[in-house]
């Protein structure tokens, strides 16, 4: 028996702290944990009629788990003689840590010494709640919590244990295996949780509700025993809306945002990633009771014309495929209910079959047996307390009766999510329908299970690349000049304009002798060039030439001069950041004067491959202009994949120094791609 499986399935439990004892042992007795309850406590006698010991010497044997209520200080102390004891591992509940540290510096040491004290002992936080295991009847937890036991169901882990406290509160019928909250991951953290949970056969599917990652490394390789084993997991990862660095200059890292390289590195890895409590629930209601879609076959079923057409609104911009009927079904269809009905998909069945269980079991059958990958019935129940819902239950009858002779996946759909109560939502489940509960939120948890059937199916990731330097803040951090930036760029495969450098302004029409007109010139190492006048382009001729260096603001760090690239079909920009963690997040998107305008990126992990880079290319909405939009000149994707390859070589090559790198525009032509401007920068 693993460390983490004594922990997570104790047989005897050790509780430190007074009042928040009190509160684990009720939760505890409340959940009809069987095993031992062990009160630590040096003055009392006795916890809720349960004998207290004084000391950890004390104890009959080295406990299984341990919940720690104690301040911060005294937490040091018993997770050392816990471990030194042999226990299984620990709860650390005290606040005061690394969570604190942009106000005290020193807690970081705290939490330090606090691992260094567990040594090989497991331990959850600190500042966490603790775990809930619905599996074994184990409630290591010091407040109230709305989960009930289980045989099977989700594992979900959470950094908030607050948001783990409204999770359990649900009222949508999903089945909770485990809910374990890992506060600051001080050392047991997200990873080495789920690598435990995924090998009990009683837990379907994984859900993650992250703030940050820690071990990137470590959440790869769980990540992959997910997929080896067929299980899913899903990512509500927070903290979207966090402000990019003020220190940064490029656009690439505006545009990117903090939230790009966590959702890149996620759909790497295979993980569904959604945006809200709801859908997060949703979807892992739907991966418990069906598992991931092999396709994207929807078929809606609804009485009403405004809910079909709802339905279909909602889908758009989703994986959700609304298919036609096939015209067996529709045959079929036309049988059972004459010639009222438009077939569509969404189907309006109408009203005026209500009632009559036979018809409206072989009405929903006939869609049912149309080969869909998901049916779904949108139903609405009325409220219980002021009206009488009885009405509703031929629906009811005939989806669960459809549901038996077909064998086919389906759920039922509440416009509203109060309008499917936990009583209903029972008696579908029981018959192996699933409850979604709110339109908008359950079309998108479909769509989740759409792409988790599809990440499954993708090839083994490579490796992240993360830098060999971290993350350092305190390295010097300067800017390679555009001639600097270009010319080292270009020794790996990039392709830029012919240029000359001019120290002075008096070497400038010396060096443009060897270019052909037009030209540009530029002075180097202003990050603004054209607001303070240092870019003057589409010069013609020796005295245009003449006069444009009189123009030109004085640069003390030179000049350039180059030929100016034919008209492209469009400009992009190419950028590469690093995030805090040293992931390094490269971006494809429309530049030139279209970038803040249009905000068209799409973000990959480095490493990458030429065929994710052309993916990631036809993501964007310029892909359009850039094929030949309306018989115009298409561009050479070709051409734009080599300039970003070369930028990502570069980067690897180079991983311990570059800090952000932005190319802005790249002039994607018929047969050319070729960067016009570059910045880099770098630290060390």
Not at 93 to 120: P, T
Not at 370 to 388: E, M, W, Y
């Amino acid at each position: 028996m693993s460390s983490l499986t004594r922990f997570l399935k104790p047989r005897s439990i050790a509780l430190f702290g007074g009042g928040w004892a009190v509160n684990v042992i009720q939760q505890l007795q409340k959940s009809g944990y069987d095993g031992d309850i062990w009160p630590v406590h040096p003055t009392r006698e006795s916890i809720l009629g349960i004998t207290c010991f004084a000391d950890i010497g004390s104890l009959p044997n080295a406990p299984d788990a341990a919940f720690i209520g104690v301040n911060r200080e005294i937490t040091l102390d018993v997770v050392r003689e816990l471990a030194q004891a042999g226990a299984g591992g620990a709860i650390c509940f005290a606040s005061g840590f690394r969570e604190s540290d942009f106000e005290n510096a020193h807690l970081g040491d705290r939490q330090d010494s606090l691992v260094q004290a567990a040594g090989e002992m497991p331990i959850l936080g600190p500042n966490c709640y603790g775990y809930l295991n619905y599996l074994d009847n184990v409630t290591l937890w010091p407040d109230q919590h709305g989960g009930l036991s289980c045989d099977r169901g989700v594992a979900i882990i959470a950094q908030s244990s607050n948001i783990a406290i409204n999770m359990t509160m649900q009222q949508r019928g999903l089945s909770i295996s485990h809910m374990i909250t890992v506060g600051n991951q001080a050392q047991t953290g997200v990873s080495d949780l789920a690598n435990e949970l995924l090998e009990d056969s009683r837990v379907s599917a994984i859900g993650l509700y992250l703030e940050s990652f820690n071990d990137i490394r470590a959440f790869e390789k769980m990540a992959q025993r997910a997929r080896d084993i067929g299980k899913s997991i899903v990512a509500l990862k927070i903290g979207k809306s966090e402000k990019a660095q003020i220190a940064t200059v490029t656009h690439t890292a505006s545009l990117a945002g903090n939230a790009a390289s966590s959702t890149a590195l996620l759909k790497r890895l295979g993980i569904v990633e959604v945006d809200s409590i709801g859908v997060f629930l949703e979807t892992l209601k739907l991966l418990d009771q069906i598992g991931v879609l092999s396709g994207s076959a929807i078929s809606s079923v609804s009485c009403s014309g405004g809910e079909a057409s709802l339905m279909s609104d909602l889908a758009m911009g989703t994986e959700l495929n609304f298919r036609d009927l096939s015209s067996k079904q529709s045959t079929e269809l036309t049988r059972v209910l004459g010639q009222k009905v438009t077939l569509a998909n969404p189907l309006d069945y109408h009203t005026y079959i209500w009632g009559d269980v036979p018809v409206m079991t072989a009405c929903f059958a006939a869609v049912m047996n149309d080969g869909f990958d998901l049916t779904v019935f949108v139903l609405d129940i009325p409220r219980d307390d002021t009206c009488d819902p009885s009405g509703h239950d031929c629906a009811l009858e005939a989806i669960l009766a459809a549901k038996l002779s077909s064998g086919a996946n389906v759920a039922v759909v509440a416009t509203l999510s109060e309008n499917l109560n936990e009583k209903v939502s029972q008696r579908l489940l029981a018959a192996g329908v699933v409850p979604l509960h709110g339109m908008e939120e359950s079309i998108l948890a479909v769509d989740a299970l759409i792409k988790a059937g599809r990440l499954q199916k993708q090839d083994q990731a490579s490796a992240v690349l993360i830098s060999q330097a971290g993350n350092n803040t305190d390295d010097e951090v300067c800017s390679l000049n555009e001639h600097v930036a270009k010319t080292t760029l270009a020794k790996y495969g990039l392709a830029i304009p012919k240029s000359s450098f001019a120290n002075t302004k008096d070497e400038i029409a010396d060096k443009a002798k060897s270019l052909v007109y037009p030209l540009a010139l530029k002075g180097i190492g202003i990050e603004h060039k054209t607001e303070a006048g240092a870019v003057i382009l589409g010069i013609s001729s020796d005295e245009s030439l003449q006069a444009s260096v009189v123009e030109l603001p004085k640069c003390d760090a030179g000049y350039l001069v180059e030929e100016m690239a034919e008209k492209p079909v469009a400009e992009l920009i190419i950028g590469v950041t690093k995030d805090d963690l040293g992931l390094f997040l490269l971006t494809i998107g429309a530049g030139g004067v279209l970038t803040e305008l249009l905000a068209d990126t799409a973000s990959v992990l480095l490493p990458t491959t030429a065929l994710e880079i052309q993916n990631a290319i036809e993501s964007l909405r310029i892909h359009t202009i850039l094929k030949g939009y309306r018989g115009q000149q298409a561009a050479s994707i070709e051409a734009i994949v080599d300039a970003v390859e070369a930028v990502a070589n570069y980067v690897q090559e180079n991983n311990n120094t570059v800090q952000e790198l932005d190319i802005n525009p790249l002039m994607a032509g018929a047969t050319k791609a070729i960067a016009v401007d570059a910045l880099i920068r770098v630290s060390g």
